[in-house]
C-alpha cells in the first residue's frame, strides 16, 4: 500500500467519502493553524520516513493543547499543536508520525471497522482520533450529523475483545513506526524517549498537586499498550535495532527541529501552560531549556508561577521575569512582566523603564494606552 492509496472496497469506499466531507470543512475552519512552513516541515520528515516525497498525504496542523496525532485511511494526517509542544527533537517528532504511518499502512482504521461489522458491535477503532474529530467538526459551525452518526458507531457498546485488538494494533503501529525511524537515519531510542518525558511530566503535575502517580495499568477496557512496558518495549527494539544497524550514524535532528518550531513555539507553550497543570508545564519548560535557557522560556516559568499564585510564588515569577529580560530574545511581554513587578516592590524609576521597553518593542500593544498612562502616573 502506497502513500497514494486508492479505496478498494465499498467499506473503504464508505469510510473515505465520510472523512473527505469532514476535510473540506476542517481545512477551512480556524481550528488548523494555517503555517505553510510547519506543514512543509512534517511532510519533509514524512519523506525521509517513505524514503519519497507523499503524494497523497495531507496534513493538518491542529490548534489543540493535547498531546495526539492522528492519520486516517484517505491520507489525511491531524497533528495537534499540544504535541509539537512536547517533542524535543526531529527524532522526536518522526517517531510519533512514523506510528500514526504504521496505522494508516497496515490499514489499522479499516480492519477496526471490518471487525466491528463481523461481532455486530459498535467498536472505538479510531481511538483518540475520532474523539478529537468530532470536536473540530463542531468547530467548524456544522452540525456534522454524517460524522456524528459515524463516530457513534464506531466509539460505543464497546467489547472487551477489540479492546485487545486494539492494543495489539498499537503494538503493530509501534514497530512500523520505529523500523521506519531506523531506515531514515533517525536515533531509534527517541520513540522510547517520547513515552518517558510524558511519564515524567505526569509525575511532576503529581507531585505538584500532592497527588499519588499513578501510571496506566493493562485492564480490560483499555485500548493502548500501558505506558512503562510500551517504553521499555521501544527502548530495547531501538538497542537491537541499532546493533543490526551498527554501522549507521543515527541522529536526533535537533537543530533543525529548534529551528522549525521557533516562530510559533510561544504560541506552543502559552497553550500549555494555560492549562493550568504548573508542574507538566514546569516540567515542560525546563526540558526546552536543557541546552540552554533563553528569554523565551524564562518568561513561561514566570507565568507559570504567576498563574499558579501559591505562597512563594510571587517572588520566583519576579525572579523569572527579571531573568528573561537578561536575554537580548526577551519577548516584550518579558519587559511588561517585569516592569509591574518593579513597580510593585516599590522601585518605580525601574519599572517604569521597563514598561517603557515595552512599548518600543509592541508600539501597537492593545494595551499600549493602559501602559501608557501607568509610565506617566
Not at 525521509?48 to 489525511?76: K, Q
Not at 460505543?156 to 477489540?162: I, K, R
Not at 513597580?343 to 518593542?361: C, F, T, W
Amino acid at each position: 500500500m502506497g502513500d497514494d492509496y486508492q479505496p478498494a472496497d465499498v467499506d473503504e469506499r464508505g469510510l473515505w467519502q465520510s472523512l473527505e466531507r469532514f476535510e473540506e470543512d476542517l481545512a477551512n475552519s480556524s481550528t488548523v493553524l494555517k503555517s505553510p512552513d510547519l506543514q512543509s516541515y512534517t511532510l519533509d520528515v514524512l519523506g525521509r520516513l517513505l524514503g519519497h516525497a507523499p503524494t497523497g498525504i495531507r496534513v493538518y496542523i491542529v490548534r489543540e493543547s493535547s498531546f495526539n496525532a492522528s492519520m486516517f485511511p484517505n491520507g489525511m494526517m491531524l497533528v495537534q499543536t499540544g504535541f509539537m509542544a512536547h517533542a524535543m527533537n526531529e527524532a522526536q517528532y518522526a517517531a510519533v508520525l512514523g506510528h500514526e504511518c504504521g496505522h494508516y499502512f497496515r490499514k489499522h482504521i479499516l480492519q477496526g471497522y471490518r471487525d466491528r461489522r463481523v461481532k455486530s458491535a459498535a467498536i472505538a477503532f479510531v481511538g483518540a482520533g475520532a474523539n478529537a474529530i468530532g470536536g473540530y467538526a463542531s468547530a467548524t459551525g456544522h452540525n456534522g450529523q454524517g460524522w456524528i452518526d459515524l463516530a457513534n458507531a464506531i466509539n460505543t457498546n464497546l467489547v472487551a475483545s477489540v479492546f485487545r485488538f486494539s492494543r495489539d494494533l498499537e503494538t503493530e503501529a509501534d514497530a512500523y513506526g520505529i523500523m521506519m525511524m531506523t531506515r531514515a537515519g533517525y536515533q531509534p531510542s527517541a520513540a522510547s524517549d517520547v513515552w518517558r518525558q510524558l511519564i515524567e511530566q505526569r509525575q511532576r503535575s503529581a507531585a505538584m498537586r500532592d497527588k499519588r502517580f499513578k501510571p496506566s495499568q493493562v485492564d480490560t477496557l483499555s485500548t493502548h499498550p500501558p505506558e512503562q512496558a510500551r517504553m521499555k518495549d521501544l527502548l530495547d527494539t531501538a538497542e537491537e535495532l541499532k546493533r543490526h544497524n551498527s554501522s549507521t550514524v543515527f541522529e536526533d535532528g535537533a537543530d533543525r527541529w529548534r529551528a522549525a518550531i521557533k516562530p510559533h513555539r510561544a504560541m506552543l507553550l502559552e497553550e500549555q501552560v494555560k492549562l493550568n497543570d504548573p508542574g507538566a508545564s514546569l516540567y515542560l519548560i525546563e526540558q526546552h531549556a536543557k541546552d540552554s535557557w533563553d528569554g523565551e522560556l524564562r518568561f513561561f516559568q514566570g507565568e507559570v508561577y504567576r498563574l499558579r499564585g501559591a505562597e512563594g510564588d510571587k517572588v520566583q515569577a519576579a525572579e523569572a521575569y527579571a531573568a528573561a529580560v537578561a536575554f537580548q530574545d526577551a519577548p516584550a511581554s518579558a519587559w511588561k512582566a517585569h516592569g509591574y513587578e518593579l513597580l510593585k516592590s516599590g522601585k518605580a524609576v525601574e519599572g517604569k523603564v521597563a514598561l517603557s521597553r515595552y512599548l518600543e518593542l509592541q508600539p501597537e500593544a492593545p494595551d499600549a494606552a493602559m501602559v501608557k498612562f501607568t509610565i506617566n502616573q
